[in-house]
């Protein structure tokens, strides 16, 4: 019987505890600062990276998973005789898969499936876990991949950063672009459509705006069941921990698979800088 290994990228946010006991392998993208590179999430945490953020005089760019990267963990999974499910980040935010696809070129005839999740942080996450799940269980390589395509379709994140500057100045606005320059006070909804950063609306106040993403969550939920929620923020714990009990509410607790709070990576939180809170999603899954 064949096994399955699913590889994934650090921007799926997934906490330590729950990447325990299944064939699931995380690699970093990286924070470059100055003259340092640093592996997201290893050689440098959220709360290291949030701290120097405050008195930075440079800002910190990001780089993508490097296709030796992907290649050695490849030839690795290969030798140990697994076939492989790799899940990523949007092609649209970044260029991992690409370097993946590129790895690939190096393994002639094995059997890798490359999949674009359209989506990025905790709804990554999730559906990366979903298919490990189902990969510990035996699946198949080809039934990984069908679940990974379709669970993507039941994925979604919404979020609120309490600027667009890092955002714009990324190049990862989308068509959020147009509220760059609008009203100070207006704090944009935004959420990821096809892949891209897109705006929802915009709404005076943050407090506001939680309240309307919170309405945005639920209908694009529309009652599929069951949910798993994450909280999902930049150096905002308290808002964080505030908005998932909210989003909690809005469900009896037998539809809740999942509940969490999770602080997004540094490579993420370069690109909607520090105060940004919002909901990471996947349902019937």
Known sequence: MSKVAVVTDSTANIPEAMLRGLPLHVLPLHVIWGENNYADGIDITPTEF???????KTMPTTSQVTPG????LYNRLLEEGYEILSLHI???LSGTLDSAQQAVQYFPGAK???VDSES???ALGFLALAVARAAQQGATLAECT?????????INVYFVPSTLEFLHRGGRIGGAAALVGTAL???PILSLRDGRVEAIERVRTMGKALDRMMEHVSTSIDGRRPVRLASIHANSPDEAAQL??????????SEVSDALCAEVSPVIGTHTGPGTVGLAFMTGL
Do not use: C, P, W
């Open 120 to 122: 990025t942080s905790m």
């Open 112 to 114: 890798i499936s490359l």
């Open 90 to 92: 949007s092609s649209k």
């Open 146 to 154: 069908q679940l990974a395509q379709h669970g993507r379709t039941n």
């Open 50 to 56: 949030y701290t120097r953020l405050q008195t930075a």
């Open 185 to 187: 006070n207006l704090k």
């Open 244 to 253: 998932l009990e909210r989003a909690r509410q809005n469900f009896s607790v």
């Open 69 to 72: 990267a992907f290649r050695d």
